[in-house]
């Protein structure tokens, strides 16, 4: 079973009125009809301390803290696969080294 976490942007762009809403629609209709995937919409959770420390000085907003988040769960384990069209997401990944994930 692959376990997939959406980031809320790709949510917000499957019920929005814009390009990505087509796309979006397709990457749903993989996930739902593929009986090995399973997708999670991450609820706030607590950080481990190594993210928290990681990315202290350069957290700006909560927002910048609420990626952590979702960082965490792929960093743990908890998931395998992040999706997320965010660039500041992608550079935190490549610096826990979690990057392919």
Known sequence: MIKLLLDTNIIVYRESDNAYKDNIGVLYRIIDNNYGMIKFIHP?????????????????????????????EVYLG?????????????KKALALGIEKK
Request: proline content about 0%.
């Open 44 to 72: 706030t959770k607590n950080v481990c301390d190594e993210i928290k420390n990681k990315f202290l000085k350069i957290n700006k907003t909560i927002n910048d803290e609420y990626d952590d988040t979702l960082l965490n």
């Open 78 to 90: 908890k998931v395998d696969i992040l999706i997320t069209e965010y660039k500041k997401l992608e």
